[in-house]
């Protein structure tokens, strides 16, 4: 049996042959020969491979994974912030490996021992913040006389200044508490008491 597979400019296909991986095309046109042939179309302007032979392929394949994907791997206390054409775009969580198409767009990463260095580096904070709960952070904004402090994982860590601020959460819990150290006006409701000779006063 002949098939013919047009791959658009946008597109990548997965072949696989009775059941084992076999190749990726590339743009064109292309003919497979023989029976027990499958593909997987896969769009690149979705960077991310999702597949069920992304691991395999990263273990198993690592000509076909350098020819067609930058790798991001992390350890069991690192994160990768990834950017996609010079934006952050995703926080990869500890332990994990995500492939991403070469060509589609330029891929960068940083990876980080959030164990070693539980605080967000300042460059990063206003990046993350627009990616929200997938940036696996803790944010914080200390006002001016305000005092913040940092418990991780139910320890005290550091004492915070005024400004913006954001923790790791993806190995810890991080807890931020601000305290307010200007000097404050309380009203306190009056109270009437029985002197020991039974004579009544207003505190």
Do not use: C
Not at 129 to 149: D, I, N, P, Q
């Amino acid at each position: 049996m002949i098939r013919r597979i047009l791959v658009g400019d946008n597109e990548r296909v997965i072949v696989t042959r009775n059941r084992r991986f076999d190749t990726i095309l590339a743009p064109g046109v292309s003919w497979l020969y023989g029976l027990g042939v499958d593909w997987e179309v896969h769009n690149t302007r979705s960077p991310e491979l999702v597949s069920e032979w992304t691991d395999f392929l990263a273990a198993k394949r690592p000509d076909v994974t350098a020819a067609h994907f930058t790798v991001v791997e992390t350890g069991d206390t690192e994160v990768a912030v990834v950017s996609l054409d010079g934006k952050v775009a995703r926080v990869v969580s500890p332990g994990r490996r995500v492939l991403y198409w070469r060509d589609s767009v330029e891929v960068t990463f940083e990876r980080i021992d959030v164990a070693a260095e539980p605080e967000v580096p300042a460059r990063l904070v206003a990046p993350l913040t627009r990616l929200g709960a997938a940036s696996l952070a803790v944010f914080t904004l200390v006002e001016e006389g305000k005092r913040g402090l940092v418990h991780l994982d139910g320890r005290l860590i550091r004492e915070l200044g005024a400004g913006a601020y954001a923790f790791w959460a993806a190995v810890a819990r991080p807890v931020v508490t601000v305290t307010e150290l200007r000097r404050q006006t309380l009203e306190v409701a009056g109270q009437e008491i029985l002197t020991a000779d039974k004579v009544a006063i207003r505190v």
